[in-house]
């Protein structure tokens, strides 16, 4: 799942790269800001759609990321919308409290971005990225277990099926068991070196367009930063916090993702998805739609902008406007979260 949350460009002034998000136009159209509206980026990275949101209209933009770097970076911004950007370091799962503790009750919008920005991917020292050797991490908060971590404690079994519940690698148990015959024999601890493992089970390329590592990576980086869980919490949180006549978008990049906020949208809307193999069987109770859907289907980039940039070719954007009605209780089961769990970050929590 490459994201990047855009095409990067120069950096200036030692701050932000300015670049492009994906689906910028899209997502300004969905939250079509308003004077001394309040909105909440929920996913900064390069603080594109918090930039694109100030310029849209004279509103106040709370910017959340976990990344202690990307906020860091994003205090060059605030000098350019002088009382109107508030940055807060933390995970928008508990946006609500987040914006609550720096006294928003209520966002006439949110963004979401899920995913790995550019900047994680660029930068070889994250450890995000199979195209460049550095150090086997992937944690976007800079705490807890790595992948590094993952790969050196968990059993065959266990990195078998984070393989393939998030990574959707059809040769998941050939590849757990090369990490673990690797691993005796000296600790997996750069990103070329699990790319070498990986290729030694799959070859240099099987899809023209798709590196062979590039799914146990995506299902790495998953799992160690809890990315689906936190996907789940942040549209709950979203739906507690917006205002009636609010309005949500939230661009994913990979089924997984898609599938949650689809069905997320679906069930808060009323119109309950038909049942499918990845969710379980939960009883539900029939509540008052508290969103209303802006698109039914999701937006997709124009063929344009996967020219310009091709890490936007697996986005998808989908819109919903909060009603008047109460928010749902979070059930997740009734979103399809893979149901597994693993002695590593139970021990040890997530990064």
Do not use: W
């Amino acid at each position: 799942m490459m994201t990047g949350r855009g095409a990067r460009g120069g950096r200036t002034d030692g701050g932000l790269a300015r670049h492009i998000p994906v689906l910028l136009h899209e997502v300004l159209d969905a939250l079509s800001p308003t004077k001394d509206g309040i909105y909440i980026d929920g996913t900064f990275g390069a603080g594109g759609y918090t930039r694109a949101i100030l310029d849209a209209a004279d509103c106040n933009v709370l910017a959340i990321d976990r990344d202690p770097e990307a906020i860091s970076a994003g205090h060059a911004l605030e000098a350019d919308y002088p009382g109107r950007l508030t940055l807060i370091e933390g995970r928008f799962g508990e946006m609500a409290r987040l914006a609550q503790d720096a006294g928003v009750d209520a966002a006439d919008g949110i963004v979401l971005d899920i995913g790995v920005s550019s900047m994680q991917l660029d930068e070889a020292e994250r450890g995000f990225s199979f195209q460049k050797d550095g150090p086997l991490d992937m944690r976007m908060s800079r705490s807890g277990p790595s992948a590094a971590d993952v790969i050196a404690t968990l059993p065959e079994g266990e990195l078998a099926d984070i393989i393939y519940n998030f990574g959707d690698e059809r040769r998941s148990r050939a590849i757990a068991k090369a990490i673990i015959e690797a691993r005796e024999n000296s600790p997996i601890t750069s990103t070329g070196a699990l790319v070498e493992v990986i290729t030694s089970v799959l070859g240099p390329r099987r899809e023209p367009a798709k590196h062979p590592a590039t799914r146990t990576f995506q299902a790495l980086r998953i799992f160690v930063n809890g990315e689906l869980d936190e996907l789940a919490r942040g549209l709950s949180q979203a739906e507690q916090i917006l205002r009636p006549g609010g309005k949500i978008a939230v661009v994913t990049f990979h089924s997984l993702e898609d599938r949650i906020a689809k069905r997320f949208f679906a069930i808060r809307a009323g119109r309950m998805p038909r049942p499918s193999r990845h969710v379980p069987a939960v009883e539900t109770v029939e509540r008052a739609p508290s969103l209303h859907l802006v698109n039914r289907r999701p937006v997709k980039p124009r063929g344009e902008e996967v020219m310009q940039n091709p890490r936007a070719r697996s986005a998808r954007l989908r819109a919903a406007e909060r009603t008047n009605a109460p928010a749902h209780p979070f059930v997740p089961d009734e979103l399809g979260l893979p149901n597994i769990e693993f002695g590593l970050i139970d021990r040890l929590g997530h990064a």
